[in-house]
């Protein structure tokens, strides 16, 4: 079993929708959680971070976490063409960042 | 304030050869790591460095090495170059600290091609 599992896609949705994207963890130990978005070519860039159960909003992202089922998703609302791009979950174990294959989102006009 | 930067950016190599990588972090980060990232595998950890130390390790041969420097910049190496180590090889700084928060920033990327 992987450490960090996320369906790598491609998640196709219309503009104006809402993309959500999700990813499962095996260490129940562990206690950050990160998104990063990756454009094509590009490095990784940190878009959302949560560290408790329950809801993170900022803008138009939300970041929703629960421990006991080891789940952490992204909610992308009024998604936009320029939101397409690779997201990838990263769980801290003991004290490394693990990262999820990442799931391909493409959100077509 | 200045990223991440990597060198070099790209750069072909042969079977057996071994190959230096250098990464500068942003100003006052103390906390350097390296990933390696492949179409099949995804980004994984290679390791971590704070204060010239290796704080953290992953699950890479004993061919693949790194330092920090005085001034946080890092360097990695591979020795004894395999075709499967074509890769492009990532540096994350973050401030560091007790532990790793886990909010890097990331370099450009050093792009390894083993021919």
């Known amino acids: 079993q992987k450490e960090v599992e996320q369906n790598s896609g491609p998640l196709s949705v219309p503009e104006g929708a809402i993309a959500s994207l999700n990813c499962t963890y095996s260490?129940?130990?562990?206690?950050?959680f990160f998104w990063y978005r990756q454009y094509s070519g590009k490095s990784p860039e940190l878009i959302m971070s949560?560290?408790?159960?329950g809801d993170k909003e900022d803008g138009r992202f939300t970041a929703q976490l629960n421990k006991a089922s080891q789940y952490v998703s992204l909610l992308i609302r009024d998604s936009q063409p320029s939101d397409s791009a690779t997201y990838l979950c990263?769980?801290?174990?003991?004290?490394?960042?693990?990262f999820g294959t990442g799931t391909r989102l493409q959100v077509f006009p | 304030k200045a990223g991440v930067t990597q060198t070099p950016r790209y750069l072909i190599k042969t079977r057996g050869q071994q190959v230096t990588l250098s990464c500068s972090p942003i100003?006052?980060?103390?906390?350097v790591s390296w990933y390696q990232q492949t179409p099949g595998q995804g980004l994984q950890f290679l390791f971590e460095?704070?204060?010239?130390?290796?704080?953290n390790k992953g699950n890479f041969p004993g061919r693949f090495s790194g330092r920090q420097f005085s001034n946080s910049r890092s360097e990695m190496n591979v020795s004894t170059l395999e075709l499967g180590d074509s890769a492009l090889y990532l540096c994350?700084?973050?401030?560091?600290?007790?532990?790793?928060?886990?909010?890097?920033?990331f370099g450009e990327g050093s792009r390894l091609t083993v021919l």
């Open positions: 994350a700084s973050s401030f560091g600290g007790t532990e790793n928060t886990g909010e890097l920033f």
């Open positions: 260490d129940r130990g562990s206690q950050s």
């Open positions: 949560i560290y408790s159960n």
């Open positions: 990263a769980v801290t174990n003991t004290d490394k960042l693990i």
């Open positions: 100003s006052g980060h103390r906390s």
């Open positions: 460095y704070f204060s010239e130390t290796q704080r």
